[in-house]
């Protein structure tokens, strides 16, 4: 016993664990509390983020958001990245009754641009990224609908370490279609 208490000591002093995950995670949705629903796909999509790890992050005057260079920075996944979100209440605290996981986005039906009221929006969450300072994390943001022909726009949120908290810092649009 005294082993796994020594070994859970040791694995949480290297970094950050699932739960900081969780927390930048709840934090985005929060940020968008207008959903009625965060129908949340499983599977984190790390397409855009891992270039953060590899590059850092920069973002120019694009769509009226100022410039911010953390090229500076190195960033990298927690300790152990989520692998699969997970819908347990006390992962997601106060809006655990909004999420919904969606195992495979692929297996729901499509509808057609007459049936629109019938389409829903879904939401990918990359792994977040931590600076390695632990100031900086940074996560990926995605939504779309399960509507033909419909759009998607995909944002990075950055969230800095305030008063040993994660408060929302900056957000830049990545893409609209």
Same mark, same amino acid.
């Given at each position: ?9 040791? $694995? $949480? ?17 929060? =940020? ?20 953060? $790890? ?87 943001? *995605? =939504? ?6 419909? *759009? ?12 040993? *908290? ?12």
């Amino acid at each position: 016993m005294k082993y796994l208490l020594y070994i859970l000591l040791l $694995c $949480c002093s290297w970094g950050y664990g699932q739960g900081a995950d969780y927390v930048i995670a709840q934090k985005t949705l929060e =940020h968008f509390a207008e959903y009625e629903k965060f129908r949340l796909i499983a599977q984190p999509n790390n397409e855009y983020i891992q270039k953060v $790890c590899v590059n850092g992050f920069y973002s120019g005057e694009v769509y009226g958001e100022e410039t911010l260079d953390l090229r500076n920075l190195k960033f990298t996944y927690s300790n152990i990245p989520v692998q699969q979100w997970k819908p347990e209440s006390q992962l997601w605290g106060k809006i655990a009754n909004k999420i919904e996981i969606v195992d495979d986005f692929e297996k729901i039906a499509k509808v057609s641009l007459l049936d629109y009221k019938k389409a829903n929006t879904y939401i990918a969450l990359s792994n977040p990224a931590f600076s390695e300072d632990g100031n900086y994390a940074i996560i990926f943001f *995605e =939504h779309f609908t399960n509507m033909n022909g419909t *759009e998607a726009e995909g944002f990075f949120l950055i969230f800095k370490k305030v008063n040993n *908290e994660w408060s929302f810092f900056r957000q830049f649009t990545v893409y609209l279609t």
